[in-house]
């Protein structure tokens, strides 16, 4: 019996011990490489365009405006090249598609990192219409998809890599609305493309980080739209909900994004670094604590746990009979 625990103790160290060793492994002579990232001018894909562009890819920067592009191109170095990039128009992702081949020259696409964000009414699901889910799915999951479809054979050709940026609604839906819909999406558009590509030497890799104050819609945006989605309500919905409903779910809102967001993206810069540059990349990524571990678990919890969580978190409407708001909103 000891034995055996002794066997089962240095089999589990050995594997630690190679998995490890394999994961410290780089890709070599990078420099010169070209790496194209969507979602550039502000955020955590601006920060990465920057980070690889010192580290000497020739970068190619998506930006959604030519003032993003301009601003980017302006601290960074002239091997950064920027193009217009609107991912709900096909006609605009062709353009991009085409300025890609012609700066690859031959030479294939190292890497694609995907951020796509589209614009985010965060609300109650009977408070939305359909071109609310067009307006974040065309974007965000389908453009995406799009995209990636049309660089596969520059992908392929260099034998390169995949980074699909979602967060923490890609573990758990919270809030209605489309966004958590494209982050689901992205989870298994990429979970098919890993198996799929592997036999063509391209690597995909998921990043799911937390909230982080350059990757989230911040909560004056958040407000405006729930104002908007409020105010053209029917008077009977509104009713079922309440005007308390409606203050204390925007200061849930508000509380959540104020007491969940982190100030240090480094921790989600150094996952798409490494899914970019290990030898042996890894299918996933978590950045930050609350993805790492509270959203992480709430995601296999029982579904009477992670319920009582997220009632704790957020207001019952008026209809529902329940008169206590949330619980942690004022804290």
Request: net charge positive; aromatic share 10%; proline share 3%.
């Amino acid at each position: 019996s000891d034995s055996l625990h002794i066997v089962i103790l240095a089999s589990i160290l050995s594997l630690i011990i190679y998995w490890l060793i394999r994961d410290s492994h780089r890709v070599r002579n990078l420099r010169g490489k070209h790496v194209f990232i969507t979602g550039c001018d502000t955020g955590l894909a601006n920060s990465l365009a920057k980070w690889l562009d010192k580290r000497g890819f020739c970068v190619i920067a998506a930006c959604a405006t030519e003032k993003g592009g301009q601003e980017l191109r302006s601290c960074s170095s002239l091997s950064l090249k920027t193009v217009n990039l609107n991912l709900a128009d096909s006609n605009s992702i062709a353009r991009a598609v085409v300025f890609v081949t012609e700066e690859t020259a031959g030479k294939g696409l190292f890497g694609l990192v995907s951020n796509a964000e589209g614009t985010a009414p965060v609300a109650p699901t009977d408070w939305l219409r359909i071109e609310d889910f067009h307006s974040v799915l065309d974007v965000s999951l389908l453009g995406l998809i799009e995209i990636t479809l049309k660089l596969l054979p520059l992908l392929k050709k260099a034998e390169g890599r995949v980074v699909n940026l979602t967060n923490a609604k890609g573990l758990m839906a919270f809030v209605g609305g489309g966004y958590s819909l494209s982050k689901w999406g992205m989870e298994a558009f990429s979970d098919i493309l890993w198996i799929e590509m592997q036999h063509f030497g391209v690597k995909v890799s998921i990043v799911e980080h937390g909230f982080f104050k350059a990757g989230v819609v911040n909560s004056d945006v958040i407000e405006k739209y729930l104002i908007r989605l409020w105010n053209r309500l029917t008077p009977d919905i509104r009713d079922s909900y309440g005007e308390k409903y409606f203050a204390e779910y925007t200061k849930a809102h508000r509380s959540s994004v104020k007491r969940l967001c982190d100030t240090d993206i480094s921790k989600v810069i150094k996952c798409m670094e490494h899914a970019l540059i290990a030898k042996y990349p890894r299918t996933r990524y978590r950045a930050g604590w609350d993805a790492k571990f509270f959203w992480l678990f709430l995601s296999y919890a029982p579904s009477c746990l992670s319920d009582m969580l997220l009632c704790m978190m957020f207001p019952a409407p008026a209809a529902s009979g329940r008169s206590v708001p949330g619980v942690l909103i004022n804290i």
